[in-house]
């Protein structure tokens, strides 16, 4: 491939915590096309979630699976994702035969230069021909191929020390309706008790959570299902959510997760 049989300047972001791994693909891409743009090259789901709330979407983005933080899945429960993706990946044969059956592109490390040029002229294609790609759809597939098999093997937390009135109590996972992060986290219980945590990140509780029960809402809340009475939409697509036995506290949750909101309710 040479710039002259580009179709146009493409905008690329990559998601990679291998130092050596991304400067390689930068290169080759730099190769095949010195007019391919990059955005940003990222190194963990924590900086690829909060550069995606801040920027607009890339033409293609080029992800990892496996993460210093987790796995790249992860992200894609977070955020609505409509740009086409090109996993970067030394899965198993299970893993590549779900990308096939949900048409994404996947690169075998040590990535070899002739399958990067065909990963790009195949998006080539499908934007000169205006092919709208169901990107989010595709995503919502290879997630129910993978991520089931993941958390078979993985435990989550049943319970979570908190700091009562001069001592520690217990709070088993079923009875908390969300954790909030003001200058420290507070887990609030479904009938409306609030106590403060020893944890330090929200995202550090989302990989403790069952995902079929939490959900992500924005930056400072981990919400669970069974606490939501119901939502509202703005005029804005954004939507507040309103919580049993809690009136006077709305969770609000941006235009751009309310679809993934909406498909986690079911």
Known sequence: MTPETLLYTMKAVIIEDEPLVAKDLRHLLNQID????????????????????????????????????????????????????????????????????????????????????????????????????????????????????????????????VHGKGTMLLIPAEEVALFQKEEVIFLTTLDGKRFLTDYNTIEELEELVNPAEFFRANRQTLLRISAIAGFRADFTGKLHIGLKNM????????????????????
């Open 34 to 161: 010195a007019g391919i743009e990059i955005l940003s090259v990222l190194d963990s789901l924590e900086s690829a979630e909060a550069w995606f709330w801040a920027n607009p979407e890339p033409d293609v983005l080029f992800c990892d699976i496996q993460l210093s933080d987790g796995v790249s899945f992860d992200l894609f429960k977070r955020i609505e994702v409509a740009c086409p993706v090109i996993f970067t990946t030394a899965y198993d044969e299970y893993a590549l035969r779900a990308f096939k059956l949900n048409s994404l592109d996947y690169l075998l490390k040590p990535i070899d230069r002739e399958e990067l040029e065909a990963a790009l002229s195949k998006f080539q294609r499908w934007k000169a021909q205006n092919i709208t790609l169901d990107v989010q759809s595709q995503l919502a597939g290879l997630l129910r191929d993978i991520v089931p098999h993941a958390q078979a093997q993985k435990r989550f937390k049943e319970r979570f020390l």
């Open 247 to 266: 009136p006077q506290i709305t969770v609000d949750i941006s235009r751009e997760k309310a679809g993934a909101f909406k498909r986690w309710l079911g």
